[in-house]
């Protein structure tokens, strides 16, 4: 499932559907087009694992902090997407923006049943 999300938008909810089953995991890839920062992550919406870059040459494990997080600029102006639910549909994310990310956020999403 592939879509996208305004990195300016306040924080709050966004929900990914299409997957035609609720999934019990999701891995994610999510990337700025225009930048070099994108985020690989995992949940079983139990335990989240993220990993991320702000630059070509740094990459951060976050471990259960987020399923996502995607920074702009330096590490405090980024959208977190963490907690994510699981929909019947598809899932949930809960975003929390730090500071002022811009952007669009290419994202795509492998569900497992």
């Known amino acids: 499932i592939g879509a996208t999300y305004d ?10 559907t299409g997957f035609g ?3 019990s995991a999701v891995h994610c890839l999510m990337f ?9 992550g995992f949940t079983d919406f139990t335990d989240n694992r ?6 070509t040459t740094t990459a951060v494990v976050y471990g ?4 996502g997080l995607v920074t702009t600029s330096s ?5 977190t997407a963490n907690p ?4 019947a549909d598809g899932i949930r994310i809960t975003w929390v923006k730090g ?4 952007g669009t956020l290419i994202q795509y999403f492998i569900g497992y049943k």
């Open 84 to 87: 994510v639910t699981a929909l």
């Open 99 to 102: 500071n002022s990310p811009t």
């Open 7 to 16: 990195m300016s938008t306040a924080s709050g909810t966004q929900d990914i």
């Open 21 to 23: 089953f609720q999934p």
């Open 75 to 79: 590490d405090s102006v980024r959208q």
């Open 32 to 40: 700025i087009n225009v930048t070099d920062d994108w985020c690989h």
């Open 50 to 55: 993220g990993m991320h870059s702000a630059s």
């Open 64 to 67: 259960t902090a987020a399923f």
